[in-house]
């Protein structure tokens, strides 16, 4: 009889340190991997849009802000239209990451405001961001998304937003403009306004 060896699951482990080691070296502190970190720009000539910039912070159950926090975005440029797709916008991304301040746990991403896109059934998503959080203490990377709180009439025919049964919970998923430019997306782990997260 032959004997099979069997590898057993090694045990999860939380992100740690090494995340920004591996993804953001040059905010690590380590030169000559890469001329600036990958995804540190998303806007890389004259795009086309309103160029917006996108702040907050990721909070934690009790309130804390986390600080060692890493974040990506994609989302379509501001026609809708995603970089693999013919005619986009040649000067933007789409694709942005970002580690959150080590002081104050803030972070910011600046980008356009991003075009209405296509669902799979024809309807036309409101402007959205896709994010991913990934943090020590979070073993599997978090998934939302950013939609944006002056957009009434697209997020009210919005495919997603629609299917979400408790309604009082969609403010978690607006960003609200501030002025200038900014808007502001606070992302909450746990607690009383828990952002809602996707399992895409």
């Known amino acids: 009889m032959q004997r099979i060896a069997r590898l057993k699951e090694s045990p999860s482990q939380t992100a740690g340190p090494y995340v920004h080691i591996g993804m953001l070296p040059n905010f690590a502190g380590i030169d000559g991997v890469f001329d600036e970190d990958l995804g540190a720009r998303m806007i890389v000539g004259e ?41 986009a916008d040649p000067a933007f991304t789409g694709w942005g990451r970002q580690a959150a301040d080590m002081d104050t746990g803030e972070f910011a991403f600046e980008t356009v405001k991003p075009g209405p896109v296509p669902f799979r059934d024809g309807r036309l998503m409101a402007p959205h961001v896709s994010l991913w959080i990934v943090a020590r203490g979070i073993n599997l990377g978090l998934q939302t998304r950013i939609y944006f709180a002056d957009e009434d009439e697209a997020n009210a025919s919005d495919p997603i937003l629609s299917r979400i049964e408790h309604r009082d919970r ?3 998923l607006l960003a609200e403009p501030k002025g200038d430019g900014t808007y502001r997306f606070d992302i909450r782990l746990q607690g009383e306004n828990e952002t809602i997260f996707f399992d895409f």
Do not use: H
């Open 170 to 172: 969609i403010p978690t």
């Open 47 to 87: 795009a086309k849009g309103e160029r917006i910039t996108i702040r907050g912070r990721v909070f934690d159950g009790v309130g804390a802000a986390l600080k060692d926090v890493l974040l990506e975005v994609w989302q379509a440029d501001a026609q809708g239209l995603f970089p693999s797709q013919e005619g």
